[in-house]
Nanobody, 124 residues
Framework: QVQLVESGGGLVQAGGSLRLSCAASGRTFSVYFMAWFRQAAGKEREFVAAISRGGGSTDYVDSVKGRFTISRDNAKNTVYLQMNSLEPEDTALYYC?????????????????WGQGTQVTVSS
């Protein structure tokens, strides 16, 4: 099991940027496929982005392609989500998730370990 703690959320105007971080502890970070999900008020949690164990492969939901970038630093046990050109529709609670596998996925059930979330609010 790995413990995940997100940070970096906040209030930003439309068009602005934020960088989310997710710090992992408990097990060797580099064996985990990592992902970001988000949940807006009144909606189901949705996949945002994922990154392979070595960082060489990434996946994004269409709505954030070209605006968000997922990356990881295995030496620091941290995964990041750089969010640019933010829109009010990006307002949500953002979660970091980990999967002990070389394979990723876009479903919540693909990931066993979750952080508590960090709130991102984008004003128009």
């Amino acid at each position: 099991q790995v413990q995940l703690v997100e940070s970096g959320g906040g209030l930003v105007q439309a068009g602005g940027s934020l960088r989310l971080s997710c710090a992992a502890s408990g097990r060797t970070f580099s064996v985990y496929f990592m992902a970001w999900f988000r949940q807006a008020a009144g909606k189901e949690r949705e996949f945002v982005a994922a990154i392979s164990r070595g960082g060489g492969s990434t996946d994004y939901v269409d709505s954030v392609k070209g605006r968000f970038t997922i990356s990881r630093d295995n030496a620091k046990n941290t995964v990041y989500l750089q969010m640019n050109s933010l829109e009010p529709e990006d307002t949500a609670l953002y979660y970091c998730a980990a999967r002990l596998s070389q394979y990723g996925g876009r479903r919540e059930n693909d990931y066993a370990d979750w952080g508590q979330g960090t709130q991102v609010t984008v004003s128009s």
